[in-house]
């Protein structure tokens, strides 16, 4: 099922750079169960394009199979978008990359789909540094067909059948990290206040974004055995940076107290501020970055905040050196050599 | 004595894997060629990279008949000791083995009904070659120099073709012309040149080439204007894949820039592959893959999710013997079932059949039309025979006039003069809907693609009515997609019959010699080649029209018989199955025999 929302704007709605205010950036009345963190993260995508001031046909939202996967419904309405097959939301958003590079990807993903299925086509886009930003709605759980345990369920844990978790996890934010993913973050759907800024970075990175956020399941994960739950989550949580985003025009870089934060420079010239609580985090240090996240696992916690950014890195088609012209918009006499080409071929098989 | 054929005949080489033989037998096969006399060429090679045996079979037939040839060879190239007893129980009586005797032969090997010749090849490529690749390559060619001696083969058109063939490398030119002509004097001073075969300059080629289907294909896609490829390595498609880069490297760079206006992607898998091409369509690049039966196998649930979601793309299916590993690199055509209703569900898949290099490169650049306009996959359904042999085959075509068909895209303008876009409404009644790219229009024509159900308006819907009314468009489709796909090929003997045989694909290689075989025996028949699926009406009338009709083809359960029963509601005792399915290409006898064998039988059930 899906419902239409009204289409009546307020006139005091606050409006973008391009006239536009958020719900225009909105989509369909979800039909998530209330309460779903994967909800959250739908407003916080649509609070982000809407303050990024970017127009929604530019984007492209691709997902896999999945409750979370049904996610980009209710979020860009006038974008395009593709629920693709389980899993494999990767290769059909690497085929759409290679088509037009020129429109921005947002895919999301559940943890069952990149974990499990579609492991495969996770690890094989991040080393493409596919130009994208990959979202995982992580539950730890299967929602969409009704609790099994996920492959990101912690060791040990039940759920809500009794079935306990026998092996180890995957830690979908070490293996981007390993990978060589260059935009690498972990986010609580439930704390806005951070994912906002990292949707909004990871939208303004060139290459390959990754972004799992911890979104419980109301429905199947959120009992006291869970360690996706709202509660555990919100208690074992730790931030690692604080990211705040800030258009290129507002620079306001020296201003701020040295020591304090680090602007980082991405590709479409927007900075990206990193607030640093912890004195020793440094978002430049991959192999840093996957100790921090096994150390505070260890101890029960979940780090959280933008892990690791490469701002130098290079997207698919710069490495591929493919034309400025998308390919979908490369005209006939360009692509096709004609017929005395043709007839010279032929000569070459005599 | 016995008697002179000339232009008739069918050279066996025996190689070992990776010794370069390749392009000393292919020499042989062109100079034929050059002199303007019809050729086919056929390697058979293991699923093996080094050192087993392999063969490459010439038929040389002035009357066109080149299809794979039933029995033993008239001439032995036995350069592989592996399979050396083997080759010499391949001549037929009264034919040659040419064998290198720089050791000699144990007299236990000797058969008397027919010649041998022994030229001492490693001898004289000791004496001749310092370099130990050059004195294992030369070999090749020493026999080929000896063969022209043997069956009177211009010498000066070997030459040329040497030039030919190493143009941009001179410094090779001379030594292999030293090696053919090593082999040639060799000949020459040993044995009585010509035999009793012999080559003789006709002028029966006109504007032929010799090539193999996958080149056919691989240029098809750059024509058609593909862009967008996945892909995953696997025999005997890679070749489609390799020949397109290569020829978009050549053809595909944009002078001023240096950048490329295509983008490859070897995938991790099948998976990948199908689902990258799909993404392509999905986003207006004309995207395509190729595989062959284990990957075809992979990528169903892509294949099911493009029919539904309607999406363009093209998947060139290189077919190999199956199930599973099978065989993967002999020939068949068994992935007709598998192919025409790919995936789970009441999923249809557009099919077209080539049945030459020329044909394989027309259905390629038309399936791109064909995918845009239909928005469904088109699937190409090629095979190891057609794909990885050389063929002599009627020259690539294409005009400038040809436009690409874009089907029915709207465009920015087209969204602003509209009150009402529907993704799924079947405004035209032919089943196709209009379709928005993404990027187009800020605010109009936008939707979301999915392979679950949905109403005309592309919002999902689980309603009975909208699913009904979605699954009958799909039909609907379906039919019309009859109107854009070429017809059958229907070709009446010159005598009325009421026998008819269809086939498709390769088979017609072996068809005209079958025919003009059966006339000989007193039993005209009619043909028709399947070129697609759907099936158009001229196909059932053909059926109706012949009181018994035999369906050819390579594989073991009649898979195309049981699909034109199923799918134009033929009793199945109107369609025989003449089926060959060991692995190589099926021959005229084998057509002949089946025939035979099966109105033998029906007349004996008569009496
Ligand atoms: C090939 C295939 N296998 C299985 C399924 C069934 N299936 C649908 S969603 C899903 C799991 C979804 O879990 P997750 O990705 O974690 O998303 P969530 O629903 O928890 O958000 C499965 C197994 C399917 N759709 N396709
Ligand atoms: S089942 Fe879980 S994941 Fe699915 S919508 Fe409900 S709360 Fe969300």
């Known amino acids: ?274 607030n640093k609580l912890d004195a020793d985090y440094d978002t430049s240090n991959r192999m840093k970055a996957i100790i921090d996240v096994e150390e505070h696992k260890q101890r029960g916690e979940i780090l959280t905040g933008l892990l690791y950014v490469d701002p130098t890195s290079r997207s698919f088609h710069e490495l591929n050196e493919t034309t400025e012209t998308s390919l979908n918009q490369v005209k006939q006499d360009i692509l096709c050599p004609g017929q005395r080409v043709l007839a010279n071929i032929n000569d070459g098989f005599r | 004595m016995s008697e002179i054929k000339i232009n008739d005949l069918v050279v066996k080489f025996a190689n070992t894997n990776g010794t370069g033989s390749a392009s000393a037998n292919n020499m042989f096969a062109k100079a034929i060629m050059r002199m303007g006399i019809p050729v086919s060429a056929k390697n058979i090679f293991p699923s093996n990279i080094q050192g087993a045996p392999t063969w490459y079979d010439v038929r040389i037939n002035e009357q066109n008949f080149l299809g794979r040839r039933a029995g033993k060879s008239d001439i032995v190239v036995a350069m592989n000791a592996q399979s050396f007893v083997a080759d010499i129980n391949n001549v037929c009586d009264g034919g040659y083995l040419i064998y290198d005797n720089s050791k000699q032969l144990p007299e236990t090997l000797l058969r008397d009904n027919i010649h041998f010749l022994g030229i001492p090849i490693s001898s004289i490529c000791l004496k001749e070659f310092q370099n130990p690749r050059q004195r294992q390559l030369f070999k090749n060619v020493i026999y080929v120099g000896a063969l022209a001696a043997l069956l009177n083969i211009e010498f000066d058109v070997l030459k040329t073709l040497v030039r030919d063939q190493f143009k941009g490398k001179e410094k090779l030119i001379a030594p292999n012309i030293f090696a053919l002509e090593l082999g040639h004097q060799y000949a020459i001073n040993h044995f009585d040149c010509p035999i009793n075969y012999r080559i003789e300059r006709r002028d029966l080629i006109g504007s032929r080439i010799m090539v193999d289907g996958n080149t056919g294909c691989a240029l098809g896609a750059l024509y058609g204007g593909a862009t967008v490829v996945g892909w995953y390595p696997i025999t005997p498609s890679t070749s489609v894949i390799e020949k397109f880069a290569s020829y978009c490297q050549r053809l595909r760079i944009d002078p001023a820039s240096g950048k490329k206006n295509y983008a490859i992607v070897q995938a991790e898998d099948e998976l990948a592959a199908i689902g990258m091409a799909i993404g392509g369509g999905f986003n207006g690049a004309r995207s395509f893959t190729a595989t062959s039966g284990p990957g075809v196998s992979l990528m169903a649930e892509f294949l099911g999710l493009a029919y539904f979601a309607e999406i363009p793309v093209v998947l060139m299916n290189i077919q190999r013997a199956g199930p599973s590993t099978g065989m993967p690199t002999r020939t068949q055509q068994s992935d007709i079932t598998a192919c025409a209703y790919a995936s789970h569900g009441d999923t249809k898949q557009v099919l077209l059949f080539p049945d030459s290099p020329a044909e394989c490169f027309e259905l390629s650049a038309m399936a791109f039309d064909l995918a845009d306009r239909l928005q469904t996959p088109i699937i190409i359904m090629s095979d190891l025979d057609l794909g990885m042999n050389d063929h002599l085959s009627p020259p690539f075509q294409w005009t400038d006039k040809q436009k690409y068909d874009l089907g029915k895209v709207l465009s920015i303008r087209e969204l602003d003069n509209m009150k009402q876009y529907g993704r799924y409404r079947d405004v035209d009644g032919d089943g196709i809907c209009y379709r928005t790219i993404a990027g187009t229009h800020p605010n109009k024509g936008a939707f979301f693609t999915r392979g679950t159900s949905r109403n005309q308006d592309a919002v999902y819907s689980e309603k009975s009515a909208d699913y009904v009314e979605n699954m009958e468009r799909l039909t609907r489709k379906f039919e019309t997609a009859k109107h854009y796909l070429p017809k059958a090929e229907i070709s009446k003997g010159l005598q009325n019959t009421k026998v008819g045989l269809v086939y498709y694909g390769t088979t017609s290689q072996a068809i005209n010699e079958a025919r003009f075989m059966l006339q000989q025996q007193g039993i005209p028949v009619d043909l028709m080649r399947i070129l697609a699926f759907p099936f158009g009406d001229e196909i059932k009338d053909f059926v109706d029209h012949h009181e018994q009709v035999f369906v050819i083809e390579q594989n073991r359960d009649g898979q195309m018989r049981s699909l034109l029963i199923t799918e134009l509601e033929i009793n199945p005792s109107q369609l025989d199955s003449i089926l060959n399915f060991d692995g190589l290409a099926v021959t005229a006898d084998a057509i002949v025999d089946g025939v035979q064998a099966q109105m033998d039988q029906q007349q004996q059930e008569v009496i």
Do not use: W
Not at chain 1, 99 to 119: T, V
């Open chain 1, 1 to 274: 099922m899906s419902f239409a929302k009204s289409k009546f704007h307020h006139k005091a709605l606050p409006k973008n750079e391009l006239g536009l205010t958020y719900r225009d950036y909105e989509g369909a009345i979800s039909t998530l169960c209330a309460g779903c963190g994967h909800d959250s993260i739908s407003s916080a995508i649509v609070h982000a394009c809407h303050e990024l001031s970017i127009e929604p046909h530019h984007i492209v939202k691709m997902s896999g199979i999945g409750c979370s996967s049904k996610a980009p419904n209710y979020f860009l309405n006038n974008s395009h978008g593709f629920n693709t097959v389980h899993g494999r939301m990767p290769s059909v958003t690497t085929g759409a990359n290679m088509a037009n590079k020129n429109l921005k990807y947002l895919a999301m993903s559940g943890d069952g789909d990149s974990a499990s299925i579609g492991l495969g086509q996770f690890a094989h886009v991040v080393r493409r540094q596919l130009d994208m930003v990959y979202m995982v709605a992580n539950n730890g759980v299967y929602g969409l067909t009704k609790g099994q345990l996920a492959a990101t369920s912690d060791k040990g844990v039940k759920n809500k059948a009794g079935e306990i978790s026998l092996f180890n996890d995957i830690d979908l934010c070490t293996m981007a990290l390993q990978l060589g993913a260059s935009f690498v973050a972990r986010c609580f759907s439930g704390d806005k206040a951070q994912l906002v800024p990292i949707i909004k970075a990871a939208m303004s990175h060139k290459g390959f974004a990754f972004i799992d956020i911890i979104s419980p399941c109301v429905t199947f994960n959120n009992h006291p055995d869970s360690t996706r739950s709202y509660d555990y989550v919100q208690d074992h949580i730790t931030t690692g940076a604080i990211t705040d985003y800030v258009p290129i025009k507002e620079e306001i870089t020296k201003e701020i107290p040295a020591g304090r934060f680090e602007d980082i420079c991405l590709h479409d010239g927007s900075i990206m501020r990193i």
